[in-house]
């Protein structure tokens, strides 16, 4: 076996004991089968390629995989079922055939559950179980871990419903509703993990406070994901002096990193990102940094 493709030390397996809290904040690194996801739309998109992507970002230091068909940028129209499952399934089997713990980015359930098949082990849904009314249920029944983002709204229309009396606090409680809901549905506590939604239906000014406040967001009591990597709130921070042009989506790294560190300090269990070499150090930096505090 390449290292390429022999699984992380000590990366989590199959959670039969709750989420892994391994002292540091996970690494989940993204792999977007898509042609259009907004900073490397188009660069995985063919199935081969996407699993050599995953196979580089594990022996770099992921802990998950996260295997998305289906774009989420702002403005992005949905994806047919059967093209987001022609998508997904190849990359998701192949990664977890080669020892990845593998999380399915989608909000369809029968994608959920077909991935789930094909050996992924998480449900990362960035719509808390709000656009499929399946998918809830279909979780519970399982058993996997589920990611609940908070959402309002498909990304063809979110931005118009990016208003808010307190960003932070209203997150909080809309996150609240999506637990009772999980919990309803007969999902596990130990089995739940929570998101802001950094750039869902929120300005930059949203984030900023969202991640201010994330310990709002990590009172809940559930584990808390935080997704900022490469986002345009970053772009617009760092933009060009001169041109007052964005930074573009590939220079955007070190802002994230930086993130990753303050959102780990402030209790982050996971950061989902695309540069896991960084992010893997940044982590182990914060967690061997907070162990002296
Ligand atoms: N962001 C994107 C996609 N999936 N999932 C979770 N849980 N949290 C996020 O913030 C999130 C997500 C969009 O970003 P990408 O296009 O870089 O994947």
Redesign the pocket.
């Known amino acids: 076996m390449s290292t390429a493709t022999r699984p992380c030390p000590g990366a989590p397996t199959l959670y039969p004991d709750g989420l892994p809290r391994p002292g540091r904040a996970l690494v989940m690194g993204?792999v977007?089968v898509t042609p259009d996801?907004?900073?490397?739309g188009g660069r995985w998109y063919a199935p081969e390629r996407a699993v050599a992507h995953g196979l580089a970002l594990l022996a770099e230091g992921a802990d998950i995989l996260?295997v998305?068909g289906e774009?989420?940028?702002p403005g992005a129209a949905r994806v047919p079922v059967e093209e987001e499952l022609r998508r997904v399934l190849p990359v998701v089997r192949e990664l977890a055939a080669a020892g990845a713990t593998v999380s399915v980015?989608t909000m369809r359930a029968e994608v959920a559950a077909r991935a789930v098949e094909a050996g992924a082990r998480l449900v990362?849904d960035?719509s808390g179980g709000l656009a499929d009314p399946a998918m809830l249920p279909l979780v519970a029944r399982a058993g996997v871990p589920y990611?609940a983002?908070h959402w309002r709204g498909h990304s063809d229309g979110m931005q118009a419903n990016a208003g808010y009396d307190d960003a932070a606090a209203d997150v909080a409680d809309e996150l609240r509703l999506r637990v009772e809901a999980a919990l309803h549905a007969g999902i596990a506590p130990d089995r739940l993990v929570l998101?802001p939604?950094?750039?869902?239906a929120k300005t930059p000014e949203h984030n900023w406070q969202l991640l201010g406040r994330l310990r709002e967001v990590v009172a809940l009591g559930y584990p808390v994901?935080?997704?900022?990597?490469?986002?345009s709130f970053l772009g617009e921070l760092l933009a060009d002096p001169a041109t007052g042009l964005p930074r573009p989506p590939h220079r955007r790294d070190a802002a994230t990193s930086a993130v990753t560190v303050l959102a780990a300090t402030q209790g982050a269990w996971c950061v989902?990102v695309?540069d896991v070499a960084s992010t893997a150090d940044a982590v182990r930096v914060t967690a061997r940094w907070g162990r002296e505090a």
């Open positions: 993204i977007n996801s907004f900073s490397d996260d998305g774009s989420t940028r980015d990362n960035v990611v983002m998101d939604g950094l750039g869902f994901l935080v997704g900022a990597a490469r986002k989902r695309h």
